[in-house]
């Protein structure tokens, strides 16, 4: 069974930053590819980034420039650091097991609030 877990959301003032972390359990971690999707209130589910059981990043146009995705396999792992942080970016973001250019795996976890206020 897949568990996917995320953690380091919050308040955060507009510029500022943040850096979201996922586990995923029941996977071969370094072989698996993972995601971070964001919804905003009243606004469909959208990629954020994805991230190759290799290292291969893809990212949203709109976020590439203020976001990084990365993982550390030994600790099973998956990080969205998040810079710049702008109101916009108020979303619940979620973490996906199985992100590829076609779309979202079947595991979700259950997302992780940032909200982008002063």
């Known amino acids: 069974q897949v568990e996917v877990v995320e953690s380091g959301g919050g308040l955060v003032q507009p510029g500022g930053s943040l850096r979201l972390s996922c586990t995923a359990s029941?996977?071969?971690?370094?072989?698996?590819?993972l995601g971070w999707f964001r919804q905003a209130p009243g606004k469909q589910r959208e990629l954020v980034a994805h991230i190759s059981g290799g290292g291969t990043t893809n990212y949203a146009d709109s976020m590439k420039d203020r976001f990084t995705i990365s993982r550390d396999n030994a600790k099973k792992e998956v990080y969205l650091q998040m810079n710049n942080l702008k109101p916009e970016d108020t979303a619940v973001y979620f973490c996906?097991?199985?992100?590829?250019?076609?779309?979202?795996?079947?595991?979700w976890g259950q997302g992780t609030q940032v909200i982008v206020s002063s």
């Open positions: 996906n097991v199985g992100t590829t250019k076609q779309g979202p795996g079947r595991d």
């Open positions: 029941g996977v071969i971690f370094s072989f698996t590819a």
